[in-house]
């Protein structure tokens, strides 16, 4: 048992990647229905009894759903592990309990703020509970998806405008890896690579994006894309034509631009 002079235990609760529970870095089992009630509550903190009740249990009636969190509390709180704290009406985590979503979360407000916090590009790279399906999950995991794309392109623009640009380009190609068909990344790239002269490297990198999304979804980058590129593919366009305006026939094709382009 701890006594007075112990240090307070560690309590580590990881959603990203899949559950895990904590205690001094001793993994705590937990069967799978009571990993829903943690889980819950730790993404819903200020949620109320009622409607915990109704998300977990969403086709039973009110009162079943109420019994059923009052036992899952009770069993919960049996295990000298238990990382929640009741509160009037509400559950949450103990204030002991270190959250990785809570992690996720500040580390994108500081890159918000201008801040290029130490490991934000790693931050969140894995999906929110893979595998479970409830509505409040597909949620959440899209919420924090949506959090940490926006954050490293942040963090990406945070370096560029900074001129780190070996930063700024590992941040956009984790936002890349992240959702491949996301247009800001690769433009992050593409201007990353403009600021540092490797116009051949930029130049690439718009034509590997628009075949695949030519490949996948029969669309052409945008015009905000495709200017990015206007100045670096002028002279070229130029050189190629200027065979046509003398009468004589070009000794290679001009590169293709994508439709509508000028």
Known sequence: MPTAGDPAP?????????????????????????????ALIGLRPAATRSHLAGLLWPETPEERALSSLRTALWRLRQDPCCP??????????????????DELVETAGRVRDGAVP???????????????????????????????????????????????????LEAALEAMAAEPLRETPHRLVVRIHLAEGNAFEAVHSFYVYRDLLLREL??????????????????????????????????SPPPSMPRGTP
């Open 118 to 168: 130490r490991g934000a590009a790693g931050a969140g790279r894995h999906d929110l509970l893979p595998g479970w399906y409830d509505d409040w999950v597909l949620l959440e995991r899209e919420r924090l998806r949506q959090l940490r794309l926006h954050m490293l392109e942040e963090l990406a623009g945070n370096h560029l405008a900074a001129g780190r640009h070996g930063e700024a």
């Open 218 to 251: 029969r669309l052409e980058p945008s015009p905000a894309m495709t200017a990015l590129l206007e100045e670096t593919l002028a002279p070229i366009r130029r050189a190629s034509a200027a065979p046509h305006q003398r009468g004589a026939a070009p000794t």
């Open 10 to 38: 560690r309590v580590a609760l990881h959603l990203l990647g899949g559950f895990q529970l904590l205690h001094d870095d001793t993994p705590v089992v937990v069967p799978r229905g009571l990993q829903r009630v943690i």
């Open 84 to 101: 929640l704290r009741t509160d009037g009406d509400t559950v949450r985590l103990g204030p002991a309990v270190r959250l990785d979503v």
